[in-house]
């Protein structure tokens, strides 16, 4: 029954690494989804810029800042984005590792 202890303890460790991991996904997600919100506003933004004139060197200035910022706004969907997806594997792994060690007790 040393044994069954054992395995016991290893599926509580798993089964709190899942939750924590899947804690993560969800704020990774909520992340996600500020960022593609902030995405949208911006590309509205510079949609809005390019239909205006850009007669005079400020609005070329903020037309600039804001593709800046568009970069930078992409940059950060696509690092919270793999992060996402990083963490899904983990989880299917920890299922995988919970069943497992289910089976075994």
Same mark, same amino acid.
């Given at each position: 029954?040393? $044994?069954?202890?054992?395995?016991? @303890?290893? !599926?509580?460790?798993?089964?709190?690494?899942? #939750?924590? %991991?899947?804690?993560?996904?969800?704020? !990774?997600? %909520? *992340?996600?989804?500020?960022?593609?919100?902030? #995405? +949208?506003? !911006?590309?509205?933004?510079?949609?809005?810029?390019?239909?205006?004139?850009? +007669? @005079?060197?400020?609005?070329? +200035?903020? #037309?600039?800042?804001? /593709?800046?910022?568009? #970069?930078? !706004?992409? =940059?950060?969907?696509? %690092?919270?984005? =793999?992060?996402?997806?990083? /963490?899904?594997?983990?989880?299917?792994?920890?299922? $995988?590792? =919970?069943? *497992?060690?289910?089976?075994?007790?």
């Amino acid at each position: 029954t040393e $044994a069954n202890e054992q395995l016991q @303890s290893d !599926l509580g460790l798993a089964n709190q690494r899942l #939750k924590v %991991t899947r804690q993560s996904v969800q704020k !990774l997600s %909520t *992340e996600l989804e500020a960022c593609q919100a902030e #995405k +949208t506003a !911006l590309e509205k933004q510079l949609a809005e810029l390019g239909d205006a004139s850009m +007669t @005079s060197a400020g609005s070329h +200035t903020a #037309k600039s800042h804001t /593709q800046a910022d568009w #970069k930078h !706004l992409e =940059n950060r969907v696509r %690092t919270t984005a =793999n992060e996402v997806s990083r /963490q899904s594997e983990v989880i299917k792994a920890l299922r $995988a590792e =919970n069943e *497992e060690q289910a089976i075994q007790v």
